[in-house]
């Protein structure tokens, strides 16, 4: 039996806390692209370029490895910064990410076990940031968008690797698919809640 790659871990990882909680633990790391796929990168934005405000409550069922784990998550967008809190069912913090145009830090997440917070940071930017945005930072894949507006699709050498389709065109309502073709995960986000711009 081969070792999971790391972002595999991640999932692994990320599904075992939603099980079981974890202790707090506190990182800060400067990043300023990250991996989304083997060869495939796309650039964080910089503080200035973070200019929406929004905040969105959302229920995620994660599938990885014919299992599933329920949580929640609330999303927080201001100028300048990102936060995304995942909370278990039973109502316990799993984990806060707090991204600053520069900065990610990180509470309760251990890395050293595989956690990667940075692809939750790059997901998250890929499902809810405007695609004219992010077209010119991914590198090594393109971005297509339907006809619709109702899907988005990573692709590598013609290849998708990363699928997002959408209930409703707007991207931030309704139920939102994110299937990670290569690292073979897919999240189910139900958006319960959302207020802003």
Not at 56 to 84: C, H, M, N, W
């Amino acid at each position: 039996m081969t070792a999971a790659s790391p972002s595999l871990r991640a999932v692994m990882v990320l599904c075992a806390l939603v099980s079981y909680g974890c202790g707090t633990v506190t990182m800060h790391s400067t990043v300023e692209r990250v991996e989304i796929a083997s060869a495939v990168y796309l650039t964080l934005p910089k503080p200035e370029e973070i200019t929406q405000s929004f905040d969105a409550t959302q229920l995620l069922v994660a599938d990885y490895d014919e299992q599933s784990y329920s949580f929640q998550a609330q999303l927080e967008v201001r100028p300048g910064k990102i936060t995304i809190v995942g909370i278990a069912m039973w109502g316990g913090t799993l984990f806060s990410i707090t991204y600053d145009g520069s900065t990610l830090r990180t509470e309760g997440m251990v890395d050293q076990q595989g956690v990667n917070p940075e692809y939750l940071l790059a997901d998250v930017l890929l499902m809810t940031w405007d695609p004219d945005w992010l077209r010119p930072r991914l590198q090594g894949a393109t971005l297509e968008i339907s006809k619709g507006n109702d899907s988005r699709t990573v692709s590598r050498d013609g290849e998708p690797v990363i699928e997002i389709s959408y209930e409703t065109p707007a991207a931030r309502t309704g139920r939102t698919q994110f299937k990670h073709v290569e690292r073979g995960y897919v999240l189910d986000i139900r958006t319960a809640e959302f207020t802003g711009s």
